[in-house]
C-alpha cells in the first residue's frame, strides 16, 4: 500500500474515532481543559507528596527513610498511573473517563486527613523502614496513579482533536504545562501551603480544587443520561461529605495545648497532671518528644535533663554557652539558674518552637531577665558566622528517633566547634545509644569521631545501673584539655552534692571500646541509618 494512501487512511480513521468520542461544546475548551487537567493534576502531585511527608512524619519521624519511602512509591504510582493513562486514552478516549480520573483522584485526596490516624500503631509493627512504604502506599499511591494518568490522557486527547497531525506538538505541550504545575506545586507546598494552612487543610483545599476542576469536566462532558445523573449527585454528596468531615472535624484533644506544623515539624505540646497536683508539660517534634517540664515547679521531670550539671563540674566559672537544640528548653533555664550572670544562647532551625518556648516553656521569663538568647537558625550555620566563644557548647538537637542530624555529628563539624570554644572550654554531645552490643555503633562512632578532634573525653551513662547493651542517654564530654581534675574535684565533694552524684554515671575508659566505631565525615556518614536499625530492633 502507498504509504500517501495509509497516512489517509490512519487521518481518516482518526477522525471518525474523534468524531464518534469527542463530545465537545468546542475544540478550544477541549484543549484548554486538556492543559488546565494537566497543570493542575502535575500540581497536585507534588503538593500530595510534600504534605505527605508531614503526615508520615509524626509516626515514623522526619528522617532520610520516611523521604525515601514516601518518594519512591509516588514514583512508582506515577510511572503505573502513565501507563495506565496511555491504555485507556487508545481503549476510551473520551473526555468523561479523563474526569473519573480527576473526580477519583479528589475523593481520595479528601479522604486522606479521615484515615491518616490509621498508622497509629503501624511503626510498631513494621519499623521505620518500611513503615513509609507501606503508609504511602495505603494513603498516597492511589491519587498518585490517578493524577499521573492525567497527562498522557490529555495528549492522546489534543492529538486526536488535532487528526494525529501534530503528536510530537501534543505531548510537548502537555509535558510542558504538566512539569510547570509540578514546580508550582512544589513551591505552594513547601513555602505557602503546608507551613500556613496545615497538613490537613492542605489535602482539603487540593481535594478540593480538582474536585471543582472534575466537575468542570462533568458539566462539559457527561452525556445527560439519567444513570449518569444519580451518580454524579452519589459523587457531589459523597464529595462534599468528605470535605465537610474533613473541615469541620473536632478539635484538639483537651490533653493537646498546640499542635501546628511548620517548615521542619509537626509541633505538639501536651499536658497531664501529676499525682502530686503539678502538670506535666511535653513538646513532641514529629514522632519524638523533645523536651519536658512541670508547670508550677523548677524540678526536671526527665533524668536525662539534670546533666547539665556537667557544666558546673567542668566549667565552675561559665560566663557563656550554647545549646545546639531547644527542645522545651530546661537545661539552658537550669544553666541560667544556676549561672544567673552567663549568656546562654540556644540555636533552634525552628522559629516556631522558639515561640512554643516563650508560650508553654518559660523562656520568656529567661529572655527578659537578659539570661536565654534563642536564636532562629541552623546550628552549624550558626556557629561558622558567630563571633562568640563559649566555655560550653551543648549538641542536644535530634532529628527523627535517635538521630542527630548528620552535619552536626561529622568530624568538620566538631572541628567547627573546637574553634568555638574558649581555652579551657568543653563540648558536650547527648546522644541515645547502647554501650555494648550492636546497639553500640552508634556510640561508639561518634566517640571515635571525637577522638579525631579533641584529645580528652570523658563519657556518662545516665542509667549504669542497667545492662549496657540497652539502649540510654549518654553524655559525652570532650576537651582539649585534661578532663580529670575537674573530675578529681567532683568526686571529693560531699554525698549529697548533685555532681558528685552524676559521678555514677561515669564511664572509665576502660569500660566502652570504639571497635564499632567509624569516623562520620561530610562525606561519608550513615547515622540515619545506624539510628533506623536501633528502632527497627526495639520491642
Known amino acids: 500500500?502507498?504509504?500517501?494512501?495509509?497516512?489517509?487512511?490512519?487521518?481518516?480513521?482518526?477522525?471518525?474515532?474523534?468524531?464518534?468520542?469527542?463530545?465537545?461544546?468546542?475544540?478550544?475548551?477541549?484543549?484548554?481543559?486538556?492543559?488546565?487537567?494537566?497543570?493542575?493534576?502535575g500540581a497536585a502531585v507534588m503538593v500530595i507528596e510534600l504534605a505527605g511527608n508531614r503526615v508520615l512524619a509524626p509516626w515514623f519521624g522526619n528522617s532520610l527513610y520516611t523521604w525515601t519511602g514516601l518518594i519512591g512509591v509516588i514514583l512508582v504510582s506515577i510511572s503505573v498511573g502513565c501507563y495506565l493513562g496511555g491504555y485507556l486514552a487508545d481503549r476510551r478516549p473520551q473526555f468523561s473517563v479523563m474526569v473519573h480520573l480527576i473526580g477519583l483522584a479528589s475523593l481520595w485526596t479528601l479522604a486522606v486527613p479521615l484515615v491518616q490516624s490509621s498508622l497509629e500503631g503501624l511503626p510498631d509493627r513494621s519499623g521505620v523502614?518500611?513503615?513509609?512504604?507501606?503508609?504511602?502506599?495505603?494513603l498516597f499511591a492511589v491519587p498518585g496513579c490517578l493524577l499521573a494518568a492525567v497527562s498522557p490522557f490529555a495528549v492522546r486527547m489534543l492529538s486526536l482533536l488535532a487528526r494525529d497531525r501534530s503528536i510530537g506538538i501534543s505531548a510537548g505541550a502537555i509535558g510542558m504545562v504538566s512539569t510547570l504545575g509540578s514546580v508550582l506545586g512544589t513551591f505552594a507546598a513547601g513555602f505557602v501551603l503546608v507551613p500556613h494552612l496545615g497538613v490537613r487543610s492542605v489535602f482539603l483545599v487540593t481535594g478540593l480544587i480538582l474536585g471543582l476542576l472534575s466537575a468542570a469536566g462533568y458539566w462539559l462532558f457527561w452525556s445527560p443520561l439519567p444513570l449518569r445523573k444519580g451518580t454524579a449527585v452519589l459523587a457531589i454528596a459523597v464529595f462534599v461529605g468528605l470535605l465537610a468531615v474533613g473541615w469541620f472535624q473536632r478539635g484538639l484533644p483537651p490533653e493537646v495545648l498546640f499542635d501546628q506544623t511548620t517548615f521542619y515539624h509537626r509541633i505538639r505540646v501536651t499536658e497531664r497532671p501529676t499525682p502530686d497536683g503539678d502538670r506535666h508539660r511535653t513538646i513532641l517534634l514529629d514522632s519524638t518528644i523533645e523536651?519536658?517540664?512541670?508547670?508550677?515547679?523548677?524540678?526536671?521531670?526527665?533524668?536525662?535533663?539534670?546533666?547539665?550539671?556537667?557544666?558546673?563540674?567542668?566549667?565552675?566559672?561559665?560566663?557563656?554557652?550554647?545549646?545546639?537544640?531547644?527542645?522545651?528548653?530546661?537545661m539552658p533555664e537550669a544553666l541560667a539558674d544556676s549561672f544567673p550572670h552567663a549568656r546562654i544562647e540556644v540555636v533552634e532551625i525552628d522559629p516556631v518552637v522558639i515561640d512554643v518556648g516563650r508560650r508553654f516553656f518559660r523562656l520568656d521569663e529567661y529572655e527578659r531577665r537578659g539570661q536565654i538568647f534563642p536564636v532562629a537558625d541552623d546550628a552549624r550555620r550558626y556557629l561558622r558566622r558567630t563571633q562568640q566563644r563559649y566555655d560550653i557548647i551543648v549538641a542536644d538537637a535530634f532529628h527523627g528517633i535517635r538521630c542527630i542530624p548528620g552535619h552536626l555529628i561529622t568530624r568538620e563539624f566538631f572541628e567547627l566547634v573546637k574553634t568555638r570554644l574558649r581555652e579551657g572550654g568543653v563540648f558536650l554531645?547527648?546522644?541515645?545509644?547502647?554501650?555494648?552490643?550492636?546497639?553500640?555503633?552508634?556510640?561508639?562512632?561518634?566517640?571515635?569521631?571525637?577522638?579525631?578532634?579533641?584529645?580528652?573525653?570523658?563519657?556518662?551513662?545516665?542509667?549504669?545501673?542497667?545492662?549496657?547493651?540497652?539502649?540510654?542517654?549518654?553524655?559525652?564530654?570532650?576537651?582539649?584539655?585534661?578532663?580529670?581534675?575537674?573530675?578529681?574535684?567532683?568526686?571529693?565533694?560531699?554525698?549529697?552534692?548533685?555532681?558528685?552524684?552524676?559521678?555514677?554515671?561515669y564511664l572509665g575508659p576502660e569500660e566502652y571500646t570504639t571497635s564499632l566505631g567509624v569516623v562520620f565525615t561530610d562525606d561519608w556518614n550513615p547515622i540515619e541509618y545506624l539510628a533506623a536499625q536501633t528502632v527497627r530492633k526495639r520491642p
Open 291 to 330: 523536651g519536658s517540664q512541670f508547670v508550677h515547679s523548677r524540678r526536671l521531670p526527665s533524668l536525662y535533663q539534670k546533666y547539665w550539671q556537667l557544666a558546673r563540674m567542668f566549667c565552675p566559672r561559665l560566663e557563656t554557652a550554647a545549646f545546639l537544640g531547644g527542645g522545651g528548653f530546661a
Open 429 to 505: 554531645v547527648d546522644i541515645g545509644a547502647s554501650i555494648e552490643g550492636p546497639d553500640a555503633v552508634i556510640f561508639q562512632s561518634v566517640l571515635r569521631t571525637l577522638q579525631e578532634v579533641f584529645e580528652h573525653q570523658a563519657v556518662f551513662a545516665t542509667q549504669p545501673e542497667i545492662d549496657k547493651r540497652t539502649i540510654q542517654n549518654l553524655f559525652i564530654v570532650a576537651a582539649a584539655h585534661d578532663l580529670s581534675p575537674s573530675l578529681d574535684a567532683a568526686r571529693g565533694l560531699p554525698d549529697g552534692d548533685p555532681l558528685r552524684a552524676l559521678l555514677t554515671g
Open 129 to 138: 523502614l518500611w513503615g513509609p512504604v507501606l503508609a504511602t502506599l495505603v
Open 1 to 41: 500500500m502507498p504509504r500517501n494512501k495509509a497516512r489517509t487512511s490512519s487521518e481518516d480513521r482518526s477522525a471518525a474515532f474523534a468524531t464518534a468520542h469527542l463530545r465537545t461544546p468546542s475544540q478550544k475548551v477541549c484543549r484548554w481543559f486538556s492543559i488546565l487537567a494537566a497543570f493542575f493534576c
